[in-house]
């Protein structure tokens, strides 16, 4: 089946810092998502990507979609201990997995005062 | 509104007890409904999704079963747990081409 591999798996960073994950697939994907998630609550949509090299930013997040449809990652500029918690990269394909997400299995990020 | 509420948000439940997680779900009707599992700190493992009432789709073998009796409930239920089945459990609907989150229950089997 269709899997996303994200990386890195955690990141300890100090505040004030800038932080890159990303993810990669063999599978092609329509749609890539970005979700983060804070202790002890559910996932909440960061940033959506529709089309091949799109680029979009949201405040401090930056996220683009790759050019083979396979790849996309998320860059937070200037950290800030509220940026802490568990960061999902999710893919969507048309086609495939009956319109359901695939999700990365998260980087979980520590941020140091 | 496009609101989900689970309940309860924690839960400590002994080995071999039954189990029932409710999801309800508001706004448009006929929604794709989603229950996850997400062991400590971990990625998030789909357990059940539902495309309507009845209709139940099972991603993995386990000891837990789901229901979809109305159009906005979702129920994720176990007639007997077992200490691997602790975690955050995480009910989800489709909206646009992502999904939303209820808040979770931390569920801890003892």
């Known amino acids: 089946g269709q899997q996303l591999n994200q990386s890195p798996q955690s990141m300890f960073i100090q505040e004030g810092e800038d932080v890159s994950m990303n993810c990669t697939s063999s599978?092609?994907?329509?749609?890539w998502l970005w979700y983060k998630q804070d202790p002890g609550e559910g996932p909440v949509l960061l940033i959506a990507?529709?089309?091949?090299?799109e680029l979009t930013s949201n405040g401090r997040l930056t996220a683009q979609f790759g050019i083979t449809r396979k790849d996309s990652f998320l860059n937070i500029s200037a950290s800030i201990p509220s940026d802490v918690g568990i960061y999902f990269c999710?893919?969507?394909?048309?086609?495939?997995?009956?319109?359901?997400?695939?999700f990365g299995k998260g980087t979980k990020l520590s941020v140091k005062p | 509104s496009q609101t989900i509420h689970q309940w309860p948000a924690t839960l400590v439940q002994p080995v071999g007890s039954p189990l029932s997680l409710e999801c309800t779900v508001e706004?448009?009707?006929?929604?794709?409904l989603y229950w996850y599992r997400q062991a400590a700190g971990r990625g998030l493992q789909l357990l059940f999704y539902?495309?309507?009432?009845?209709?139940i789709s099972s991603e993995v073998p386990q000891n837990l079963s789901a229901s979809r009796p109305q159009d906005r409930q979702f129920i994720l239920s176990s007639k007997k747990l077992l200490l691997s089945d602790s975690g955050f459990y995480l009910c989800?609907?489709?909206?646009?081409?992502?999904?939303?989150f209820g808040s979770g229950t931390r569920l801890t089997v003892v």
């Open positions: 539902s495309v309507g009432i009845g209709q």
């Open positions: 599978s092609i994907f329509n749609t």
């Open positions: 706004g448009t009707s006929n929604p794709n």
């Open positions: 990507l529709y089309k091949a090299g």
């Open positions: 989800a609907r489709k909206q646009g081409v992502g999904y939303t």
């Open positions: 999710a893919g969507l394909n048309y086609g495939g997995s009956q319109g359901n997400l695939i």
